[in-house]
């Protein structure tokens, strides 16, 4: 019966409300049994991959519909929908009848057709999820190409999006990872665009970079954990599993995480990091108040801006920038 109504224009909307009371549950059973994962044939990934190649770097802020490069983060990322709230909610274990009953009564009210893309987001806006997201390659290759000069590092490596901008870029790549899942699909991804030799890979905890020998850097590029809003895993060396509280977390970990990369970096080099603010996680004032403290001012800003869909109509695209990077340098 999903079938009939999955991805079809108005399919809920044109029954009345008696006729979507009589099948919701059937849909919702029927759909938890379809799988939600980002699938995508070779041929289709490798354009992806040439798009970002081809991609040409222009201002600082750009759209949100700008998505050259992100069907590679999607599908070697299965992973990604496994991240857990701090109540240890995830995508993964929402993906279930009584959820999903939830969810098609609010597309249908919200929305005009039952896409799964909606339904996937439907997840996140009805069961109180933290809206995890991908960095966006393209803005990744703006940064690195436009500030590196040839090494960039990343202390966060994550969904692989910073890592296919950089190399996109022509630029070197460095980026560490505690979260073996994710390190061993970061691998996967790297073999299937034939870059291996552009970029090092460490699967261990960007606190132990002393251990490791190489180059100092041009850039740092990375967006940090949100501490306990966004649990990637349980492992050990995951920096959220290691501390109380917000509080202790940003002084004990990203303060040292900051002083630590900065130090493998060039006297010239930008250290380039993603954050906003959210709740009680003050986390972007947090990245420019400890970049202030070791003598380092704001040099420029990159954002993703939202929409005309998404957001305000009214507001200007500064007060619809979303997803800020931030790079600074030493001052002088």
Known sequence: ????????????????????????????????????????????????????????????????????????????????????????????????????????????????????????????????????????????????????????????????????????????????????????????????????NNATLINDAVENIDKYDFENVDVILTSPPYFNLEIYSNGPLQSENKYQNYQEWCEKWLTDVIRLTTSRMQVDGYSCWNGQNIGNVKLLDDIINIHNDIGFEINKEYGIVSSMRQANQKEPAVKRRKELTIAFRRAT
């Not at 070779?42 to 970002?52: A, E, F, S, T, Y």
């Not at 081809?54 to 750009?62: E, F, H, L, R, S």
């Not at 997840?123 to 960039?152: D, E």
């Not at 999006?161 to 691998?187: C, D, Q, S, V």
């Open 1 to 196: 019966m999903i079938s009939n109504y999955l991805n079809k224009r108005f399919s809920l909307r044109n029954l009345t409300d008696k006729q979507f009371d009589s099948i919701v549950d059937r849909l919702a059973e029927e759909l938890s049994c379809i799988d939600y994962l980002h699938n995508y044939d070779d041929d289709i990934l490798m354009k992806d991959w040439d798009n970002l190649v081809k991609y040409k770097v222009c201002a600082t802020d750009t759209n949100s519909t700008v998505r050259t490069g992100m069907k590679l983060c999607e599908h070697f990322f299965p992973n990604f929908f496994k991240i857990k709230n701090k109540k240890g909610k995830s995508f993964e274990e929402c993906w279930a009848k009584e959820s999903l009953i939830k969810v098609l009564r609010w597309n249908r009210k919200s929305h005009s057709t039952p896409y799964l893309s909606e339904i996937r987001r439907g997840i996140y806006f009805t069961q109180g999820l933290t809206k995890n997201t991908m960095y966006r390659p393209h803005l990744a290759k703006t940064i690195t190409y436009g500030l590196s000069k040839n090494v960039v590092l990343d202390p966060c490596a994550g969904w692989g999006g910073r890592m296919l901008g950089t190399l996109a870029a022509g630029k070197k790549y460095i980026g560490f990872e505690p979260n073996t899942e994710t390190y061993e699909n970061l691998k996967r991804l790297l073999s299937f665009i034939k870059c291996n």
